[in-house]
């Protein structure tokens, strides 16, 4: 059974770093593509981008200069960075997989609520 | 940018109505259209893929039609379990980018 679990601080401070960690069991994430998914409270749902096993990423234009994904095989792990945070990041975050570059999200984290405040 | 739009934002149903959402697409994306379910205070969960292909483990009363800019997700016989939140999403840009719509709310009439 897969399952993706996302670790990382709750609070982030306005012009820090939001750094965030999925765990993967029950699949190898040297196959498939790792997403970063995000949803403001009581808000729609926001893709950040991916990461393949192999390294190559994609992000959103919209946080593109301001996000890094990187995978970490060793650990079964994959991690967000975001940069120069703001309250507009505040949002519950999630890890999810998908099989493609083109397919669809087809397991998820249960989501970490990361705020940014002072 | 391809923008997704959902009709309507919200619906009332009662239970064993038959419920229609729509999704569409500010230009062609095939059938790179995908749809999830999502409860609050839980993660999404993939309901049809490619548009029309029922996720592994989705009851049949779900299912989805339309290709190119318009879509949508039928629910035949609405169930106690299906009020949630629902949303669209498209994986057809080059270079890729998932973008959701907006989401629709099915509440309890």
């Known amino acids: 059974q897969v399952q993706l679990q996302e670790s990382g601080p709750g609070l982030v401070k306005p012009s820090e770093t939001l750094s965030l960690t999925c765990t993967v069991s029950?699949?190898?994430?040297?196959?498939?593509?790792w997403s970063w998914i995000r949803q403001p409270p009581g808000k729609g749902l926001e893709w950040i981008g991916y990461?393949?096993?192999?390294?190559?990423?994609n992000y959103n234009p919209s946080l593109k200069g301001r996000v890094t994904i990187s995978v970490d095989t060793s650990k079964n792990q994959f991690s967000l960075k975001l940069s120069s945070v703001a309250a507009a990041d505040t949002a519950v975050y999630y890890c999810a997989r998908g099989v493609g570059p083109r397919t669809p999200i087809d397991y998820w984290g249960q989501g970490t609520l990361v705020t940014v405040s002072s | 940018d391809i923008q997704m739009t959902q009709s309507p934002s919200s619906l009332s149903a009662s239970v064993g109505d038959r419920v229609t959402i729509t999704c569409r697409a500010s230009?062609?994306?095939?059938?790179?259209l995908n749809w999830y379910q999502q409860k609050p205070g839980k993660a999404p969960k993939l309901l049809i893929y490619a548009a029309s292909s029922l996720q592994s483990g989705v009851p049949s009363r779900f299912s989805g039609s339309g290709s190119g800019t318009d879509f949508t997700l039928t629910i035949s016989s609405l169930q106690p379990e299906d009020f949630a939140t629902y949303y669209c999403?498209?994986?057809?840009?080059?270079?890729?980018?998932?973008?959701f719509g907006p989401g629709t709310k099915v509440d309890i009439k």
């Open positions: 999403q498209q994986s057809y840009s080059t270079p890729v980018f998932f973008t």
């Open positions: 029950g699949a190898s994430i040297s196959t498939y593509y």
């Open positions: 990461v393949h096993y192999s390294g190559s990423t």
């Open positions: 230009q062609s994306i095939s059938s790179y």
